[in-house]
């Protein structure tokens, strides 16, 4: 599975930036056994966890800093997965990056939080809030 992530850019403080994760050379039925975990990574800090959906989308899961503000989705029919980010802060500047697990359908409700379980990683897309 390759992973295309998109969406990000420059947004004042306040804006909001919707990023996308495309599934391509996968067939919807591959794309939608795959859970999908949004990370980001500052400059000079560690990647962190973002946000993460399971694979039918029915459950999801944000990180504090993101509660409230960021919306997690997928459409497996279009094996897309989105990261809706309102209220943009300085603090939220980062390469976001959108990572894929496939599951076998035992798991096909379960969230997966940290980056190790991924599989699959985009290329990233950055994201630049100005105060």
Known sequence: VQLQASGGG?????????????????????FETHAVGWFRQAPGKEREAVA????????TY????AKGR????????????????DRLDPDDTAVYYCAM????S??????YRHDY??????????VTVSS
Do not use: H
């Open 101 to 104: 697990k496939g599951v076998t």
């Open 52 to 59: 993460a959906i399971s694979c039918s989308g029915r459950n």
């Open 117 to 126: 379980y991924y599989s699959y990683w985009g290329q990233g897309t950055l």
């Open 62 to 65: 944000y990180a504090d800093s």
């Open 10 to 30: 420059w947004v004042q403080s306040g804006g909001s930036l919707r990023l996308s994760c495309a599934g391509s050379s996968a067939s919807p039925r591959t």
């Open 70 to 85: 960021f919306t997690i989705s997928r459409d497996n029919t279009k094996n897309t997965v989105w990261l809706q980010m």
């Open 106 to 111: 035992a798991y096909y409700e379960r969230i």
